[in-house]
């Protein structure tokens, strides 16, 4: 039969948990937890960027489509008006030109002023008025100008020049279309001014209700270049960037989204909401990991301590067992099997009751039954494998757990027997041996001293007196060992009867005053009502002489020792109590044991055997009493003792015994 002892710890994972580990883990998992999350976050915000980066081209694709729609519009009408001057074959018949050159600029919003420049000298402008300044403008003579001219000549394509600053006043684009006849002599030019804030104009609340910021470059190569719409100082930070083909270049229109800082602010939260998480998760598994700790140090020290009950069980030096609350053997441990001559399986067959005396069976199992409440210890006879019992000191008590069983010790109390009945022998035959001889001694001196023998002369006077008393002390001292033999072997007799409770107080009083009398000290009786007790006269008589007598030999002279009584429910308490230099703190848990003396010397003094008070005990249990003390040292004792009070007799009156 084997105790369970369970798996310990590796040192290993001893180490792994007992340190700092888990802690730097946890800082380690929070570091990993806030990475990742940042990490999720920049691609987050990389996703909205890319978003909004797409969704800010798109509309911007839409507002250059606008533009263009509209830049077109307007430059389809000089294109048409260059193939009415070719099939004119570049006569200009200003009576038919003014209302077709009217037409069309009624049709084109944005056009400010058309210009005919043959041989590249403007000689017709419509309309008139505002523009007289352009007429006669000659281009090879216009610095500013002329390049660009002259590339649409070379190039003999259209060409969209501007923002330029124009002749008649302000800034314009010149759409300038080169003329070339039938046949291929050049002709000049049709230049198309275009109102610059007219073509825009509906182009900053279109981008505003699309929750945009333009920016429009006619010179996108031209980093100094003026934007004609819009500011370039964001222009590195635009979110789209979208070409413009116009005839002769390219524009660019830049693009980004206001919204910007609102998207910023939710990143905050965003980063702030993840940050928490991280904290809490990180939180959480520092929790779990400490909790993990600790559970593994409980089940670590139970183990350390299952370890430790298992080799205390193995190798205690007297009988150990566990047994099922039935007395079943769950365990048992070597001593105890080398005790009963039997091996752990051979008992393993039976429980602990098959093992007691018959006569003690009922015994065990009562105390095996109560030992689930409280420890239990008794004596009992176990039957060894030869079926020769050995006395045994048994311990029984509750252990909870997996399964709840008792533990049990065994003690062989075999020797401890033997030499207490050897010395109750001793005492016994040494008592009776010393009793007959002393008696005659006593009875003889008494006579002598009495002076029933004649006149004792005056010198041997005092010797013999000192002889008689210590023959009469050592008399009681036999008497003394004879009962407390007699009691502990339960060879004391006893007569039990119904008693009046006062009459016995009376008579132990009245024996007790010749002895009080000569120390000075006088006896009193105090109670109240008399109540029947279930008692052995004799044998309540020898107590109350002892109390008596204590009580009167350690009162100062002069001083009165009470005896009383008094009726608490089913109890009466006799108590005697004197006014002598009372019990010391230090002896007052030895009063009721065997020769115990406060004092040596004094007791001498006052004589006696330290006995008394154990007889006493004995006697009051054997009569169902309890017996004690009340002391306070310098204020004197009250010695007690109570029984249990029994119904008045139904006849009408009861003698009490003497
Ligand atoms: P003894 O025969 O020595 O009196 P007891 O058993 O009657 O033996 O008393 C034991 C000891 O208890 C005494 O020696 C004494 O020290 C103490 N004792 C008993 N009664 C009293 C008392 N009334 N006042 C003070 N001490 C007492």
């Known amino acids: 039969m084997n105790l369970h002892l369970g798996s310990p710890s590796t040192p290993a994972t001893r180490h792994w948990l007992g340190g700092r580990l888990p802690l730097g883990l946890a800082g380690l998992l929070l570091l990993v937890l806030l990475g990742l999350s940042e990490l999720l976050l920049q691609q987050v915000q990389q996703r909205r960027e890319d978003q909004q980066r797409q969704q800010v081209s798109s509309q911007a694709g839409e507002l250059r489509a606008r533009l263009l729609n509209e830049l077109n519009g307007t430059l389809h009408l000089a294109t048409g008006l260059a193939a009415y001057l070719q099939s004119r074959n570049g006569v200009i018949d200003e009576a038919a030109l003014q209302p077709w050159i009217e037409g069309l600029t009624v049709q084109s919003r944005h056009i400010r002023n058309i210009a005919l420049a043959p041989d590249n000298r403007i000689s017709y402008v ?7 300044g352009a007429l006669g403008l000659y281009y090879p003579d216009n610095p500013l100008q002329w390049p660009s001219v002259q590339r649409t000549i070379t190039s003999r394509q259209p060409v969209l020049d501007g923002p330029i600053s124009l002749r008649q006043g302000g800034q314009g684009l010149a759409y300038r279309v080169p003329v070339f006849l039938r046949d291929g002599r050049y002709w000049g030019l049709i230049s198309t001014v275009i109102d610059i804030p007219s073509l825009l104009r509906e182009l900053p609340a279109a981008a505003r209700s699309m929750h945009l910021q333009i920016a429009l470059f006619s010179q996108p190569d031209d980093l100094s270049s003026p934007p004609m719409l819009g500011s370039s100082a964001w222009r590195t930070k635009a979110h789209s960037q979208l070409q413009l083909p116009v005839p002769g270049g390219q524009w660019l229109l830049l693009a980004r989204s206001t919204e910007d800082a609102s998207g910023s602010a939710s990143m905050v939260w ?7 998480l991280s904290l809490i998760i990180g939180g959480l598994l520092a929790l779990m990991l400490r909790a993990a700790q600790q559970q593994q140090r409980a089940r670590q020290a139970l183990d350390e301590s299952r370890q430790r009950f298992a080799q205390a069980f193995v190798t205690a030096p007297q009988g150990m067992a566990l047994l099922t609350p039935q007395g079943r053997w769950l365990a048992i441990n070597q001593q105890f099997c080398h005790l009963l001559g039997r091996s752990a399986s051979e008992l393993q067959q039976g429980d ?5 005396a018959a006569s003690e069976q009922a015994q065990a199992s009562h105390h095996l039954q109560a030992a689930q409440t409280q420890p239990q210890q008794w004596e009992s006879r176990l039957l060894d494998a030869f079926g020769q019992t050995i006395d045994c000191q048994l311990g029984a008590a509750w252990v909870e757990g997996q399964p709840p069983c008792l533990i049990l010790q065994c003690q062989d109390i075999r020797e401890q027997k033997r030499i207490e009945r050897l010395k109750s022998e001793f005492v016994a035959t040494v008592s009776h041996e010393l009793r ?5 001694i006593a009875g003889a001196l008494g006579l002598v001293v009495n002076g029933a023998l004649g006149e004792v002369p005056a010198s041997m006077r005092e010797m013999l007196r000192i002889a008689e008393q210590n023959s009469q002390r050592l008399t009681l001292l036999i008497n003394d060992l004879l009962d407390m033999e007699k009691l502990e072997a339960g060879k004391m007799p006893f007569n039990l009867s119904r008693c009046s409770l006062a009459a016995q107080l009376r008579e132990a009083l009245s024996s007790l005053q010749a002895y009080a009398e000569p120390l000075g000290v006088q006896l009193c009786l105090q109670g109240g009502d008399d109540v029947m007790v279930e008692v052995d006269p004799l044998r309540l008589q020898q107590v109350l002489a002892n109390l008596l007598s204590n009580a009167a030999k350690f009162s100062p002279s002069g001083a009165q020792v009470t005896l009383g009584w008094q009726v608490t429910g089913d109890w009466v308490r006799v108590s005697v109590r004197d006014l002598g230099p009372g019990i010391s703190e230090a002896f007052q848990a030895q009063v009721f044991h065997k020769f115990a003396q406060a004092d040596a010397s004094t007791t001498r003094q006052q004589g006696g055997t330290g006995l008394g008070l ?7 249990e054997h009569m169902h009493g309890r017996i004690g003390f009340d002391s306070t040292p310098g204020q004197g004792s009250t010695f007690w003792f109570e029984l249990a009070c029994q119904p008045p007799p139904a006849t009408a009156e009861d003698s009490p015994h003497a």
């Open 126 to 132: 419509y309309p008139l008025a505002g523009n007289e």
């Open 270 to 276: 965003l980063r702030l909401l993840a940050w928490s």
């Open 352 to 356: 602990l009751l098959s093992l007691v």
């Open 436 to 440: 007959t001889p002393l008696t005659a």
């Open 614 to 620: 154990a007889i006493c005990r004995r006697l009051i």
